[in-house]
T-cell receptor, first 117, second 116 residues
């Protein structure tokens, strides 16, 4: 089973509009973390936002917010007021903690967002 | 803050050559570093996790003798692709994190490796 599922391979959004990128995850752990990263065509990975499994409030970072619904195991990224520079691949990732201090971060398959002027 | 430098950004070399890629955390101590491989238009595949001063933990299917990882200090990890072949051509990207599990991984800019 996929640990992280991003069902939208590609999305379009009009400039200045808001867009939601979907992410669902699968884990039986109580303690985990969820991340969103942006990867422009140049290849670098840019950290956007983090949500811990015990965080009661949804994370927000500027124009980015994470809609965390724990019971549904979803962690959707909301980008408000889209800008042309937001065009990129977006990856959802989950950190799982294992015994002995070993951690693993699994990435989803990504969503390619294109912002239309 | 949290800058990770990866070098070189691009390598083109002949089959059979060994290639070393460096990953440095410039402004923080990276207790843990990760090495990923990314094929075109695909997600990141974790190859190995390394903690400073100890042996790397490799993911299933990743040959440890092929991909040598050294994490000798809190600011430097290296990945050496030994006797590289065309099928090793890929985008390799490292990331680093402090000891705090809740902190995100910060990524280098990646290395595009092409083996002729």
């Amino acid at each position: 089973a996929q640990k992280i599922t991003q069902t939208q391979p590609g999305m379009f959004v009009q400039e200045k509009e808001a867009v939601t990128l979907d992410c669902t995850y699968d884990t039986s752990d109580q303690s985990y973390g969820l991340f969103w990263y942006k990867q422009p065509s140049s290849g670098e990975m840019i950290f956007l936002i983090y949500q811990g499994s015990y965080d009661e409030q949804n994370a927000t970072e500027g124009r980015y917010s994470l809609n965390f619904q724990k019971a549904r195991k979803s962690a959707n990224l909301v980008i408000s007021a889209s800008q042309l520079g937001d065009s990129a691949m977006y990856f959802c990732a989950m950190r799982e903690d294992f015994s002995g201090g070993y951690q693993k971060v699994t990435f989803g398959t990504g969503t390619k967002l294109q912002v239309i002027p | 803050g949290a800058v990770v430098s990866q070098h070189p950004s691009r390598v083109i070399c002949k089959s059979g050559t060994s290639v070393k890629i460096e990953c440095r955390s410039l402004d923080f101590q990276a207790t843990t570093m990760f090495w990923y491989r990314q094929f075109p238009k695909q997600s990141l595949m974790l190859m190995a996790t390394s903690n400073e001063g100890s042996k790397a933990t490799y993911e299933q299917g990743v040959e440890k003798d092929k991909f040598l990882i050294n994490h000798a200090s809190l600011t430097l990890s290296t990945l050496t692709v030994t006797s590289a072949h065309p099928e090793d051509s890929s985008f390799y990207i490292c990331s680093a994190r402090t000891g705090d599990y809740n902190q995100p991984q910060h990524f280098g800019d990646g290395t595009r490796l092409s083996i002729l």
